[in-house]
Protein backbone atom coordinates (compact mmCIF):
# COMPACT_ATOMS: atom_id res chain seq x y z
CA UNK A 1 0.00 0.00 0.00
CA UNK A 2 1.33 3.41 -0.74
CA UNK A 3 -0.48 7.14 0.39
CA UNK A 4 0.57 9.89 -2.05
CA UNK A 5 -0.74 12.85 -0.19
CA UNK A 6 -0.72 16.08 -2.68
CA UNK A 7 -1.94 20.16 -1.73
CA UNK A 8 -5.57 19.59 -2.92
CA UNK A 9 -5.85 14.87 -3.41
CA UNK A 10 -4.39 12.09 -2.00
CA UNK A 11 -4.19 8.55 -4.00
CA UNK A 12 -3.88 4.99 -2.36
CA UNK A 13 -2.32 3.12 -4.35
CA UNK A 14 -2.55 -0.78 -3.92
CA UNK A 15 -1.44 -3.93 -5.66
CA UNK A 16 -1.92 -4.93 -9.23
CA UNK A 17 -2.79 -1.00 -10.00
CA UNK A 18 -5.83 -0.63 -7.69
CA UNK A 19 -6.03 3.06 -6.95
CA UNK A 20 -8.02 5.33 -4.85
CA UNK A 21 -8.48 9.15 -5.57
CA UNK A 22 -9.63 11.00 -2.93
CA UNK A 23 -10.39 14.99 -3.92
CA UNK A 24 -9.20 16.42 -0.63
CA UNK A 25 -6.24 16.74 1.21
CA UNK A 26 -5.34 14.75 3.64
CA UNK A 27 -5.65 16.53 7.51
CA UNK A 28 -5.26 14.56 10.89
CA UNK A 29 -7.06 15.23 13.58
CA UNK A 30 -4.94 16.71 16.83
CA UNK A 31 -4.31 13.12 17.76
CA UNK A 32 -2.56 12.83 14.36
CA UNK A 33 -5.61 10.51 13.32
CA UNK A 34 -7.15 10.36 9.28
CA UNK A 35 -9.88 8.66 7.75
CA UNK A 36 -10.70 8.07 3.83
CA UNK A 37 -13.32 6.39 2.50
CA UNK A 38 -14.10 6.25 -0.84
CA UNK A 39 -13.71 3.37 -4.46
CA UNK A 40 -11.01 1.91 -5.19
CA UNK A 41 -10.74 1.50 -9.18
CA UNK A 42 -9.04 -1.72 -10.92
CA UNK A 43 -8.78 -3.51 -14.16
CA UNK A 44 -11.53 -5.96 -13.23
CA UNK A 45 -14.04 -3.64 -11.40
CA UNK A 46 -14.07 -1.79 -8.14
CA UNK A 47 -14.22 -2.05 -4.62
CA UNK A 48 -15.00 -0.18 -1.39
CA UNK A 49 -12.14 0.88 0.77
CA UNK A 50 -11.99 2.70 4.06
CA UNK A 51 -8.58 4.14 5.87
CA UNK A 52 -8.32 5.02 9.46
CA UNK A 53 -4.94 6.25 9.90
CA UNK A 54 -2.92 7.82 12.47
CA UNK A 55 0.51 9.98 11.98
CA UNK A 56 3.28 8.90 14.14
CA UNK A 57 6.16 11.07 13.85
CA UNK A 58 7.48 10.81 10.20
CA UNK A 59 5.20 7.25 9.47
CA UNK A 60 1.59 6.24 9.10
CA UNK A 61 0.14 3.59 11.22
CA UNK A 62 -2.64 2.50 8.54
CA UNK A 63 -5.65 0.13 8.91
CA UNK A 64 -7.02 -0.97 4.86
CA UNK A 65 -10.66 -2.42 4.86
CA UNK A 66 -11.64 -3.70 0.97
CA UNK A 67 -15.13 -4.50 0.53
CA UNK A 68 -15.92 -6.41 -2.61
CA UNK A 69 -19.71 -5.95 -4.20
CA UNK A 70 -20.14 -9.85 -4.38
CA UNK A 71 -19.06 -10.03 -1.11
CA UNK A 72 -16.48 -10.57 1.15
CA UNK A 73 -13.75 -8.18 3.55
CA UNK A 74 -10.21 -8.04 3.80
CA UNK A 75 -8.98 -6.07 6.88
CA UNK A 76 -4.43 -5.21 6.74
CA UNK A 77 -2.50 -3.01 9.04
CA UNK A 78 0.37 -1.31 7.81
CA UNK A 79 2.96 0.79 9.10
CA UNK A 80 4.38 3.53 6.20
CA UNK A 81 7.57 5.16 5.80
CA UNK A 82 8.23 8.05 4.01
CA UNK A 83 10.73 6.77 0.55
CA UNK A 84 9.93 3.24 0.90
CA UNK A 85 8.65 1.82 -2.47
CA UNK A 86 5.61 -0.25 -1.73
CA UNK A 87 6.00 -3.86 -1.79
CA UNK A 88 3.59 -6.60 -2.33
CA UNK A 89 4.78 -10.10 -0.76
CA UNK A 90 2.73 -13.16 -2.32
CA UNK A 91 0.67 -11.43 -4.77
CA UNK A 92 0.51 -12.38 -8.67
CA UNK A 93 -1.33 -9.83 -10.67
CA UNK A 94 -2.92 -11.45 -13.89
CA UNK A 95 -4.64 -10.18 -16.66
CA UNK A 96 -6.05 -10.99 -20.23
CA UNK A 97 -5.57 -9.59 -23.62
CA UNK A 98 -9.49 -9.42 -24.48
CA UNK A 99 -11.10 -12.17 -26.71
CA UNK A 100 -10.14 -10.19 -30.11
CA UNK A 101 -13.04 -11.21 -32.02
Do not use: W
Request: glycine share 14%; proline share 6%; charged share 25%.
Amino acid sequence: MQIVAGRKTVELRLACGALARFPRPLRPDEDGTFQLVGRARHFYGSFHVAVVGQVRGSDLRVTLTETYDGGGRDVTEEQLTPGVVPDFPGVICLAGEGSGA
